[in-house]
Nanobody, 125 residues
Framework: QLQLVESGGRLVQPGGSLRLSCAAS????????IGWFRQAEGKEREGVSY???????FYGNSVKGRFLISRDSATNTVYLQMNSLKSEDTGVYYC???????????????????WGQGTQVTVSA
């Protein structure tokens, strides 16, 4: 059972930056495709970004050009660098892992088998 732990969320001012981390419990992590999702209060969980085992990446339209996803197989960690943060980026951020290879559906939460517990990001002055 793959376990995922997110960290790095906090309160940040608009225009600021944060780097979220998603650490996995074992080395098989490198064979999984990883998605970052977020959920604002009262809203559906939405896909933010995705990276496959070959480091191909996808981004949601609302974060393109501002967020950057990367992975480090040596430490079993996926990162989400978030720049130029806006109030609408506020929410709980989750990482998720899937063994399925369906990049066209990367933003569908039903695709993912494993989820972390989430980390809160609040963008506010």
């Amino acid at each position: 059972q793959l376990q995922l732990v997110e960290s790095g969320g906090r309160l940040v001012q608009p225009g600021g930056s944060l780097r979220l981390s998603c650490a996995a419990s074992d080395f098989t992590f490198k064979y999984y495709n990883i998605g970052w999702f977020r959920q604002a209060e009262g809203k559906e969980r939405e896909g933010v970004s995705y990276i496959d085992e070959n480091r191909n990446t996808f981004y949601g339209n609302s974060v393109k050009g501002r967020f950057l996803i990367s992975r480090d197989s040596a430490t079993n960690t996926v990162y989400l660098q978030m720049n130029s943060l806006k109030s609408e980026d506020t929410g709980v951020y989750y990482c998720a892992a899937t063994g399925a290879d369906h990049p066209n559906f990367w933003d569908k939460k039903e695709l993912y088998e494993y989820w972390g517990q989430g980390t809160q990001v609040t963008v506010s002055a």
